[in-house]
């Protein structure tokens, strides 16, 4: 079974960590999986303005010493011109594998939370158990944003 192992990292950070199929949907079984074939993408998410001119850069690791070199794949991804290219709705400009990761990127950064829920059920990239607890993490935020919003208008009411 092929597979691919996604760290998605924020200014080299990484903030989420996907096992998916070559379909891109998320797997369930991990016994099934050959860590010998599997590949390993970083897709780095660049919220800085000091970095290249191109929307997506892709590299391998070039360090010759490394047993995994060529299953790791790095892409780089300027969040600011992803942003303007998916609110231009560019799209036959970019191949299908990169148009899904510039509209990945607008879900997860610039997506309302209800929407990035709504695209994760649609895509599957996480198992149904991950999805649920956004699911209810999403529920307590919004509790917890009514909650300050009526404390914030019984201060303000008082002023």
């Given at each position: 079974?092929?597979?691919?192992?996604?760290?998605?990292?924020?200014?080299s950070v990484?903030?989420?960590?996907?096992?998916?199929?070559?379909?891109?949907k998320?797997?369930?079984k991990?016994?099934?999986?050959?860590?010998?074939?599997?590949?390993?993408?970083?897709?780095?998410?660049?919220?800085?303005?000091?970095?290249?001119?191109?929307?997506i850069?892709?590299?391998?690791?070039k360090?010759?010493?490394?047993?995994?070199?060529?299953?790791?794949?790095?892409?780089?991804?300027n969040?600011?011109?992803?942003?303007?290219?998916?609110?231009?709705?560019?799209?036959?400009?970019?191949?299908?594998?990169?148009?899904?990761?510039?509209y990945?990127?607008?879900?997860?950064?610039?997506?309302?939370?209800?929407?990035?829920?709504?695209?994760?059920?649609?895509?599957?990239?996480?198992?149904?158990?991950?999805?649920?607890?956004?699911?209810?993490?999403?529920?307590?935020l919004?509790?917890e944003?009514?909650?300050?919003e009526?404390?914030?208008?019984?201060?303000?009411?008082?002023?």
């Amino acid at each position: 079974m092929k597979s691919y192992y996604i760290f998605v990292c924020l200014d080299s950070v990484p903030i989420i960590e996907l096992l998916v199929n070559s379909k891109y949907k998320a797997i369930k079984k991990f016994e099934k999986i050959d860590w010998q074939q599997t590949k390993y993408i970083i897709l780095d998410f660049k919220s800085s303005e000091k970095i290249n001119d191109q929307i997506i850069e892709k590299g391998c690791v070039k360090y010759q010493q490394k047993i995994l070199t060529k299953q790791i794949l790095y892409i780089k991804i300027n969040l600011k011109k992803a942003h303007e290219t998916i609110s231009k709705n560019k799209k036959s400009q970019w191949k299908p594998k990169e148009w899904n990761l510039l509209y990945f990127a607008e879900k997860v950064f610039f997506g309302e939370p209800l929407e990035f829920i709504e695209y994760l059920k649609k895509t599957k990239i996480f198992k149904e158990k991950d999805i649920i607890k956004f699911e209810a993490s999403l529920k307590n935020l919004q509790k917890e944003k009514e909650f300050l919003e009526s404390w914030n208008k019984v201060i303000n009411t008082k002023k």
